[in-house]
């Protein structure tokens, strides 16, 4: 037999819900709360008390996800959710980008990282959990992406039909040489030209900017011999 208050000092009570097993349920709003039970075979053992003690289930709120180039700063993450208090644990399954696999509390920001030439996508799960009256709840886990993209591999060719070997930047006097950038969507040189091509006659190192359609960006250089006339 179970009640809500103590039958041996309430002989007049009458049972909440009889049986071998009884769900109170209880909230976070009623908790703590106090039942009592006795066994009643013939005799009445005295009662025993119960208190049941219903925690708080937390919450998380989204993160907006976030895609920048190699090299580049994160955003640090601040979590935020409810109630006061709340504890936030997250995993980043994948790590190549620069973060941990595993930790709590806040992301700081990071310099983020792709080795590789494919986007590299990190999916960060945030739990959060909550302590109350010694009871320990998780809420439900939100998920957010961190996507690096990869940096562009440029190349750099030469056409020139002077010098003893055509095609290696190595030219006579009065001739014309061209250096064609690749790899990427946009490329900015040295000289101010924003073709993938520059032609030229005279000598020097040549530095070329190779950005890809994310924005992302490397240099490479070129250089040009002008070796004079006999």
Known sequence: ???????????????????????????????????????????????????????????????????????????????????????????N????????????????????????????????????????RGVTCQGTPINFTITVYPNPIPTLTYTDASGLTTNDGIICQGAMATMTAGGGTGYVWSTGATTATVSTGTAGTYTVTVSNANGCTAITTGTIVVNPLP
Do not use: E
């Open 93 to 132: 399954n994948n790590t190549t980008i620069g973060l941990a696999a595993s930790g709590s509390g806040n992301i700081a920001s990071f310099t983020a990282v792709n080795t590789t030439s494919i986007n590299q996508v990190a999916t960060i799960t945030v739990t959060p959990s909550y302590t109350s």
């Open 1 to 91: 037999n179970w009640f809500n208050v103590n039958p041996d000092t309430n002989p007049m009570a009458t049972p909440i819900a009889t049986g071998n097993s009884y769900d109170p349920m209880t909230t976070a709003a009623t908790s703590p709360q106090t039942i009592w039970v006795n066994c009643n075979n013939g005799c009445v053992s005295p009662a025993a008390q119960v208190t049941v003690n219903a925690g708080v289930t937390p919450t998380v709120n989204s993160v907006p996800n976030q895609a920048l180039c190699p090299g580049a700063s994160t955003n640090a993450v601040t979590f935020s959710g409810t109630p006061t208090g709340v504890l936030f644990n997250w995993t």
